[in-house]
């Protein structure tokens, strides 16, 4: 992905993959499409439209395939899916998706439990992956999860997070998305690492933060991430998601929340905030979500 | 007041003033008592108990007097309560309050709607109350209003604030709390003027900032003043206050988002988050009001 300039910021929507995969309802086909059209509308031009893992671990995302097929695409956005493995990415490619998200921990145990592989052996894995996508004419990006705290293990190595980083870049990701997928970190860890990854990267263009606002710090987490160059951010309107670890717990960091931050800071990201409003609205009045725990702000 | 050590903060806890006095409920002299003495015993070390305005113009701070006669003192603890003048400060020393905060505004037209003086005028009475006050042994802090923007004048000259700070330290006041007063302030305003204050007075320690949350960012902002080397924030329980400009909206920074905001930056406050958190619960069940909207994260 092109590098931004500082005063722009590019917002990459994950509600209807990893903000619906964590709810439990499971949303038919024909709405899940609105969801993004709605989403494109609004300006988003990054949209994580599902994912191809099996559909025995994730019922919720099941339809992806017939998703991928079902939408109007608008020129100008970018229609992600997230794939596990080689069998995902042909699936996705036969799908008509040209923009693929490949998936590790950087917590051993978190890796083992979520993908049942050690650490280098998902790297291995990823590796052919990526590099088939390439091949293929996707472009990719890679979520590393449990980068600020894994719920296994606690701490992580940061110093490993980036060697997993910089692995996943050489082989062909576009963009490492830095996964706090507890939602556990805080504003000073947060500010020291992406300091660290700007230092370490020569600036943040190749990241984006993945926040979680399980301990209601996710905007805070965000800012921090901001003073220290990033300008790439992943979050779900409506905060769609809840955290598997924290029943009732707001789910990822809220669209309407970063644009409010990002729109504070004098950040252009090109979507129209009165229309991401009206989608959260939309995803409870004719969705039927409840989201008053993750709307605080209106 | 004295100076902290970087690893410690202090917490201003405006509920049962500044947070009342903006809610439309009229809360008997028992249930502000109660809320005082919970406060304090769940370790809150500076609590404003009310205010000595013409009850005329505030209804809901009426019964401060007996307010103030009535609590059960705390050791360590701080009982302050505002006064707008001469004649209201000496109704609080014959209630027995030594902690006397004074307010005014850096906006001359909110100023005058608010006091009906211009800020100098204000600055002149001032002088007189905060010397009275010290000299019959009481403690002053004085809140300066509406820095971050006013709602008549829009960018308010931070160079003014920063004066108008200088005079009321000069007159007597241990600390000056520097208002957000309709929440409007953005985190890298707060950081860029916090900054300024820091330099211009050699530390942030007689500085305490006083955030409201219409808008959602005032933890954000809290953080922004942190970093910049902030360690005396106001806060209200529950959020209670509201935003007389913006029916509807949260009111202060809620105490309890604070401590943990606080808490996941490793610094100390002496207050426990879980009776923090029962002090709400308490305000929703028996007292009766509604802050769900201000209650995003449990």
Same mark, same amino acid.
């Given at each position: 992905?092109?590098?931004?300039?500082?005063?722009?910021?590019?917002?990459?929507?994950?509600?209807?993959?990893?903000?619906?995969?964590?709810?439990?309802?499971?949303?038919?086909?024909?709405?899940?499409?609105?969801?993004?059209?709605?989403?494109?509308?609004?300006?988003?031009?990054?949209?994580?439209?599902?994912?191809?893992?099996?559909?025995?671990?994730?019922?919720?995302?099941?339809?992806?395939?017939?998703?991928?097929?079902?939408?109007?695409?608008?020129?100008?956005?970018?229609?992600?899916?997230?794939?596990?493995?080689? &069998?995902? !990415? $042909?699936?996705? @490619? *036969?799908?008509? =998706?040209?923009?693929?998200? +490949?998936?590790?921990?950087?917590?051993? /145990?978190?890796?083992?439990?979520?993908?049942?592989?050690?650490?280098?052996?998902?790297? &291995?894995? !990823? $590796?052919?992956? @990526? *590099?088939?996508? =390439?091949?293929?004419?996707? +472009?990719?990006?890679?979520?590393?999860? /449990?980068?600020?705290?894994?719920?296994?293990?606690?701490?992580?190595?940061?110093?490993?997070?980036?060697?997993?980083?910089?692995?996943?870049?050489?082989?062909?990701?576009?963009?490492?998305?830095?996964?706090?997928?507890?939602?556990?970190?805080?504003?000073?860890?947060?500010?020291?690492?992406?300091?660290?990854?700007?230092?370490?990267?020569?600036?943040?263009?190749?990241?984006?933060?993945?926040?979680?606002?399980?301990?209601?710090?996710?905007?805070?987490?965000?800012?921090?991430?901001?003073?220290?160059?990033?300008?790439?951010?992943?979050?779900?309107?409506?905060?769609?998601?809840?955290?598997?670890?924290?029943?009732?717990?707001?789910?990822?960091?809220?669209?309407?929340?970063?644009?409010?931050?990002?729109?504070?800071?004098?950040?252009?990201?090109?979507?129209?905030?009165?229309?991401?409003?009206?989608?959260?609205?939309?995803?409870?009045?004719?969705?039927?979500?409840?989201?008053?725990?993750?709307?605080?702000?209106?």
């Amino acid at each position: 992905m092109k590098a931004l300039v500082q005063n722009q910021a590019r917002i990459f929507e994950v509600g209807p993959r990893d903000g619906l995969q964590n709810e439990s309802v499971i949303l038919p086909i024909e709405t899940k499409v609105s969801l993004i059209e709605k989403l494109a509308d609004a300006g988003l031009r990054d949209i994580e439209i599902g994912s191809f893992v099996h559909p025995k671990w994730v019922p919720q995302m099941a339809n992806t395939g017939e998703v991928a097929k079902t939408i109007k695409r608008k020129e100008g956005v970018s229609y992600w899916a997230l794939v596990p493995n080689d &069998k995902g !990415l $042909e699936r996705a @490619i *036969d799908s008509g =998706v040209e923009h693929i998200a +490949v998936f590790m921990s950087s917590s051993e /145990t978190h890796n083992r439990k979520n993908i049942n592989r050690s650490v280098n052996e998902s790297l &291995k894995e !990823l $590796e052919k992956v @990526i *590099d088939k996508a =390439v091949s293929q004419g996707c +472009v990719v990006r890679a979520y590393i999860s /449990t980068v600020f705290g894994c719920p296994y293990e606690g701490e992580i190595d940061f110093n490993r997070v980036m060697e997993i980083a910089d692995a996943l870049l050489s082989f062909g990701s576009s963009q490492i998305s830095l996964g706090d997928t507890i939602g556990i970190g805080t504003p000073l860890q947060v500010k020291e690492n992406c300091a660290r990854i700007t230092e370490r990267f020569g600036s943040a263009d190749a990241f984006a933060m993945h926040l979680h606002d399980t301990h209601g710090l996710a905007l805070t987490n965000a800012f921090a991430a901001f003073l220290e160059g990033f300008r790439n951010f992943d979050s779900s309107v409506g905060g769609l998601g809840g955290c598997p670890y924290a029943p009732g717990a707001p789910g990822n960091l809220r669209t309407e929340d970063l644009l409010k931050l990002l729109d504070s800071v004098n950040i252009e990201t090109h979507v129209d905030r009165p229309q991401a409003d009206e989608i959260a609205k939309w995803l409870e009045s004719s969705v039927g979500f409840d989201l008053s725990t993750r709307l605080s702000f209106q």
